[in-house]
């Protein structure tokens, strides 16, 4: 075996990056089976609604209302794609990107509400 010192600048920075590389595999590894990732995209969303109360006739306008909300924001997405100016797609699928995964979240973070409302009801 070769001594560090006998390596290219190239050789050890391969190695760092391969070094690095399997610690983060392996942190996500751990997270995704120790449950921490569910446990994030809950605390998201408590953040998402802080300490509002639990009520049904609010969760049903907050389901309305982040569909509306979504339908506006690819609207305004469209309108700047249909543009004589627009030549890049790029802009228009990152933002299509971004509005699809907060609504996601969203719709996730209202889901929890909704089970939390019925569970209380129980």
Do not use: C
């Not at 590894?29 to 009520?55: H, M, R």
């Not at 990107?97 to 569970?119: F, V």
């Amino acid at each position: 075996m070769r001594k560090l010192e006998d390596l290219s600048i190239g050789h050890r920075t391969a190695i760092t990056f391969l070094i690095v590389l399997a610690i983060l595999l392996a942190l996500a590894l751990f997270g995704y089976l120790t449950g921490a990732w569910d446990q994030a995209d809950a605390q998201q969303g408590e953040q998402l609604y802080g300490d509002a109360p639990l009520d049904a006739v609010l969760i049903r306008l907050d389901k309305r209302a982040l569909d509306t909300a979504y339908e506006q924001r690819i609207i305004k997405l469209w309108e700047v794609w249909i543009s004589p100016t627009t030549r890049d797609a790029a802009a228009f699928t990152n933002g299509l990107k971004i509005a699809r995964q907060r609504y996601s979240e969203a719709a996730a973070a209202i889901a929890r509400r909704e089970r939390q409302l019925l569970d209380q009801t129980k």
